[in-house]
C-alpha cells in the first residue's frame, strides 16, 4: 500500500471502530491471543454490517470478498475497500474457483483473511450450515483459523436494509484451531475440520447473545 493507501486505512478503521463503540456500544470478548503468524477469522454472517465489524476491531487488515451491493454509494465502497475487501459481481462454480485462488494468493502472501463459511447471509439470523470452502481453504494454506460470533447485527442491519440502528452489538473471538493435524488426514481431515469450525460457531453463539 502507499503511505496516502495506508493512511486511509487507517482513518477507515478508527472510523468504523469508534462509530461501533459509540453508536452500537460493541462488546468484544477475546478467549486466547491470535496467532504470531497470519491467519483465517471465520465467522457468521446475516448482514452487510459482518464484514465491516469484523474488519474494525481485529488489529490487522482483514482481506474478505463482498457483495457489489456493499460497495454502494461511492463513498461507502471507498471506506469498505480500503478496509479490506474486494468486490464479487457474479457467484457461480467459476468464481468460486477464482475466490478460491485468491484467498491462497493472499495467505501465502502473508495477509489475513475473513471468510463467512455459511456461503452467503442467513435470512433468518441463526447460524446455517457451514460450506466446506472455508476447511479447504485452511488446509491447502496451512493457516490457522480463528473462529468468531458476531451477534446483533441481524437486528440492526437486516438483509434489505440500508441503514443501520443503535442497537447492541457483541463479537465473541475463540480459541485458535490449527490446521496441520487435519491435513494429514486428507479429505477425512477436510470433513473433521469442518464438523471443528461448526461446532466452535455453535458454542461461541450463547457467549455472544449473553453480552447483548
Sequence with gaps: MTLSNKLFYFF???????????????SIRWLSPLPRRNYIVIANHCSNLDPVVMGAIFPGRLRFLAKA????PFIFGSM???LGATPVLKQD??????ALRAFLKLLDDGENVLLFPEGGRSLDGKLQPLEGGAALIALKSGAPVVPAFVAGTFEAMP?????????????????????A??????REGRDLLLKKLEEELVSLEPRARALL
Excluded: D, M
Design 12 to 26: 477507515v478503521k478508527w472510523f468504523f471502530y469508534i462509530s461501533l463503540k459509540v453508536y452500537n456500544r460493541i
Design 69 to 72: 451491493e456493499l460497495f454502494e
Design 80 to 82: 469498505v475497500r480500503a
Design 93 to 98: 462454480s467459476q468464481s468460486a474457483g477464482a
Design 159 to 179: 438483509p434489505g436494509s440500508k441503514f443501520v440502528k443503535p442497537l447492541h452489538l457483541s463479537v465473541v473471538v475463540g480459541e485458535t484451531i490449527e490446521t
Design 181 to 186: 493435524e487435519y491435513a494429514r488426514l486428507g
